[in-house]
């Protein structure tokens, strides 16, 4: 697929209607995306990066660059076909309302299909809630346990997805569980696609998932 384009910050261009934000970050055509609540919840609002500038950011850091979905961590990393962003990237001056989660929805979903990522990866609670709400059968689910959950594949429609805990909370098995899982799931056909070119004139690959 030809790169939609070179930009790695903010590459949609996306200008939400609020003073101070967080954009997507990373590569527009990933094969991971790493789905946050918003700056206040897992950083970023210093560096308009997400999942910087805190502890608990630099532990997610640390695991995703052993992983090998970056390749340097900081404030500005270095990703490799992985692509960051939030739910809601307006840094919010409060609690942030159903409301305005709801009305920053189209920004995130956008962007989310115009990546089209073959792995979604949720932080917390609330983005795996919303994630596997939209993006899979399981929107009846309610038992979000993100102690279980954790580094778990899960099946969505087109995607799969594999919730992170907040790692915030995190210890070293935690850490280690989603290594070990992210390093597993690269091991095996995660893409899921298939070549429906021989059935177009020309025999050019067309593939589908």
């Known amino acids: 697929m030809p790169n939609v384009t070179d930009r790695i910050r903010n590459p949609f261009g996306m200008e939400p209607d609020c003073e ?3 954009p997507g970050y990373g590569d527009a055509n990933a094969d991971f995306h790493v789905v946050g609540d918003h700056p206040g919840v897992h950083g970023g609002v210093e560096t308009g ?11 997610l850091q640390a695991a995703l660059r052993e992983a090998g979905l970056l390749r340097t961590v900081g404030d500005e990393p270095e990703v490799n076909r992985t ?3 939030y739910l809601h990237m307006c840094v919010p001056e409060g609690e942030v309302t159903a409301a305005e989660y709801a009305d920053m929805d189209r920004y995130f979903d956008a962007e989310l299909r115009a990546i089209a990522a073959h792995v979604l990866l949720p ?15 399981q929107a009846h689910r309610t038992d979000i346990n993100m102690a279980r959950l954790h580094g778990q594949e899960l099946l969505g429609s087109g ?3 594999l919730p992170i805990a907040d790692p915030v909370g995190w210890d070293d098995d935690e850490a280690e569980r989603l290594v070990e899982s992210l390093l597993e799931l690269q ?4 893409r899921r696609e298939s070549d429906l070119g021989r059935f177009l004139p020309g025999g050019e690959s ?4």
């Open 20 to 22: 101070q934000f967080v």
């Open 49 to 59: 990066v997400p999942f910087t500038g805190t502890a608990a950011a630099e532990r």
């Open 83 to 85: 692509f960051l962003s």
């Open 123 to 137: 932080v917390g609670e609330r983005a795996t809630r919303h994630v596997l709400r939209e993006f899979t059968a």
């Open 159 to 161: 995607w799969l997805v």
């Open 187 to 190: 091991s095996t056909d995660f």
């Open 206 to 209: 067309y593939y589908v998932r």
